[in-house]
């Protein structure tokens, strides 16, 4: 299996044959476009250049060097230090939540963890969940099973998002049987 670095290279490399356009020509686009703010550049090369939603997150990481992966490297850091970061203060409650899933997800299979700014992501040849506070009192559970259908707990996204379905999880004990089989579907789909 490929390792992270190794995919987020391909996807870049992806990124300039789909553009025409060199990493640092990109990066020129967004700094001379007066745009600071992620979601306003990440909209700006989905537009502009018509790439999908992953493509230009991470494109924007990449130029803003914002994602949890370059934080830590900056800093000396490793996933778990960085993980530990995002529960801390009045997050921390949550850790048992964040620990429940992963040791779920750990009896999968091989993936790889990619700490960003705030949640991890989960990938195998492609991500296949991402998981992190979405409040002080909640968990969210992005899982991405295209053509899933919805339930109260599963919730749909819209279209053209990092996940198709959430899952919101405000308790460990919420981490059932129902959680554990919509991450294995997602798992099994992302191989």
């Not at 290279?9 to 300039?16: D, F, G, H, M, S």
């Not at 060199?22 to 979601?39: F, I, P, Q, R």
């Not at 999908?52 to 778990?80: C, E, F, P, R, Y």
């Not at 939540?97 to 963890?113: N, P, Q, S, Y």
């Amino acid at each position: 299996m490929a390792t992270l670095e190794q995919a987020v290279q391909t996807q870049l490399a992806n990124i300039q044959k789909k553009t025409g356009r060199t990493l640092d020509e990109l990066a020129a686009v967004a700094h001379n476009s007066g745009l600071t703010k992620h979601g306003a550049l990440r909209d700006m090369f989905k537009t502009q250049f018509g790439l999908g939603h992953g493509d230009a997150n991470t494109l924007v990481h990449m130029i803003l060097k914002s994602d949890g992966s370059s934080a830590a490297l900056d800093k000396g850091l490793s996933s778990d230090d960085v993980v530990d970061a995002i529960y801390t203060g009045p997050k921390a409650a949550l850790r048992p939540i964040h620990d429940a899933v992963m040791a779920h997800a750990r009896k999968l299979g091989e993936f790889e963890i990619a700490p960003k700014k705030g949640y991890i992501s989960l990938r195998r040849k492609k991500q296949f969940a991402m998981l992190g506070p979405a409040t002080n009192t909640r968990v969210e559970l992005g899982l991405n099973m295209k053509g899933a259908e919805g339930t109260e707990r599963l919730l749909e996204q819209p279209a053209g998002g990092m996940c198709s379905h959430k899952v919101k999880l405000t308790d460990a004990a919420e981490v059932d049987g129902d959680v554990v089989a919509w991450l294995k579907q997602a798992y099994d789909t992302a191989g």
